[in-house]
């Protein structure tokens, strides 16, 4: 069966500082993946996804990036973070191209102090 | 532009009782779907349920059930004799493009009370 892991949980990092948040998933092979973000009292926001090693779509500019390594592992990243940064990240995965279920991961939350 | 609408905030109940979180979208595509998906406390969404636009039949699992209305452009969610497990906060979703990109509601929070 497939799973999904993120770490870490939970994440407590200064402004300005760096950040590097992890996504992999067992199971499957050639998904596509996806990063969400989920700020306070706001809905979830899709900020990246990707169908492939290397490929990487944005969906909102700002100061994070995003980068696909390995066919199952995502990755999360910021040269320097923004108190605005600071929210629910999740990461999820889908089979297929068209409209195909996303399962998501555990979560990290980020604070930004 | 495809949006999701669930009107509902807030909602608080008492075990037992019957409750309906109501989702409305808006779509040009002729082909899309929906999506219903559990937050509990912990944060991690679960996956309840997907339909099809071309599928109108309602669909029931355990104490689920969901109305899928074209007409209205309605995905209703039922939860009946509720638990106080089921409080959480669920998202409606609608996926656009050929990437299946979800876009998502803002949520309805649920309180089941013993």
């Known amino acids: 069966s497939q799973t999904i892991h993120q770490w870490p949980a939970t994440l407590v990092q200064p402004v300005g500082s760096p950040l590097s948040l992890e996504c992999t998933v067992e199971g499957t092979s050639n998904p596509n993946l996806y990063w969400y973000r989920q700020a306070a009292g706001r809905g979830l926001q899709l900020l990246f996804y990707?169908?492939?090693?290397?490929?990487i779509s944005s969906e909102v500019p700002q100061n994070l990036s995003a980068s696909r390594p390995q066919d199952r592992q995502f990755i999360l990243s910021s040269k320097k973070l923004l108190l605005s940064d600071s929210g629910f990240y999740l990461c999820?995965?889908?089979?297929?191209?068209?409209?195909?279920?996303?399962?998501f991961g555990p979560g990290t939350r980020l604070t930004v102090l | 532009a495809q949006k999701v609408t669930q009107a509902q905030t807030e909602i608080s109940v008492v075990e037992k009782e019957d409750v309906t979180l109501d989702c409305v979208y808006e779509t040009r595509d002729t082909t899309y779907y929906l999506f219903w998906y559990k937050q509990p406390p912990s944060g991690e969404l679960v996956f309840l349920i997907r339909?099809?636009?071309?599928?109108?039949q309602n669909e029931i699992s355990g104490r689920y059930s969901w109305n899928f209305q074209k007409s209205t452009s309605s995905f209703n969610f039922t939860i009946t004799a509720s638990q106080v497990v089921d409080s959480a906060v669920y998202f409606c979703a609608l996926t656009e493009g050929s990437q299946g990109n979800l876009i998502f509601g803002k949520g309805t929070k649920l309180s089941v009370k013993p």
């Open positions: 990707s169908v492939g090693i290397g490929q």
């Open positions: 339909r099809n636009s071309f599928d109108e």
């Open positions: 999820a995965w889908g089979v297929g191209l068209e409209t195909d279920t996303q399962y």
